[in-house]
């Protein structure tokens, strides 16, 4: 899979430049919002709001290369849940990101099945 700079972003004017709102690759959820950035041209502006403030609020898979936020993320292994599931139901949709009870089997916000190994 290609590797991919950045996370899934939307791009807001701004008087003073551009405003990013970068999104985790899994969930959708928002990750961060960024103060606004100028560049030379839209990669490098785009790179450098990342850079500065994106990157930070995210993690890198090293499995398949998404950016995803904590919530999303299995630190033991250094890969996305979706890459390496959690042995424990997650506590969170991995669609969504919708709040999940452990008697979940279906997520109760968009209806997919909660996937989890062991038990
Ligand atoms: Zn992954
Ligand atoms: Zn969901």
Redo the contacts with the bound molecule.
Sequence with gaps: MKRRLTAHYEMIADNEGNRYQFFCDLSGALGCTTKPFRGDTPEKELLLAWEKEGRAEFNHCHRCGKWVSDVMYNADVLECVECAPWEEQPEY?L??G?KISPSDKH?P??G?ALKYEGR
Aim: charged content about 10%; glycine content about 0%.
């Design positions: 949709c669609q969504c919708h997520c916000r968009c997919s």
